[in-house]
Nanobody, 124 residues
């Protein structure tokens, strides 16, 4: 079966950096678009960023643009989220997700597979 497993969450001070990774199994990773979402306490799950399969082009939510970078290594079946200049409002559980399809998709309901999430806490 398909599994997505996130790693790398933790506690970091504001202004610091953290890198999350998500390793997939049970699917042909190179043919899936990958995305990161996050969910803060009491809030809905929100889109963070997306990386296409094939071209590897990326798209980000305005709230993280210029601070976060998504990349992928198809040989390792892994997608990364590099987070720099972290702010307290970035505190959330971060999830990776996978879907087939060519276009950028920011709606969580369009994603077929999800990881279990990893907690990121930014202290101010």
């Amino acid at each position: 079966q398909v599994q997505l497993v996130e790693f790398g969450g933790g506690l970091v001070q504001a202004g610091g950096s953290l890198r999350l990774s998500c390793t997939a199994s049970g699917l042909t990773f190179s043919t899936y678009a990958m995305a990161w979402f996050r969910q803060a306490p009491g809030k809905e799950r929100a889109f963070v960023g997306h990386i296409r399969w094939g071209t590897g082009s990326t798209y980000y939510a305005d709230s993280v643009k210029g601070r976060f970078t998504i990349s992928r290594d198809n040989a390792k079946n892994t997608v990364y989220l590099q987070m720099n200049s972290l702010k307290s409002e970035d505190t959330a559980v971060y999830y990776c997700a996978a879907r087939r399809g060519l276009g950028v998709e920011t709606a969580s309901r369009q994603y077929e597979f999800w990881g279990q999430g990893t907690q990121v806490t930014v202290s101010s």
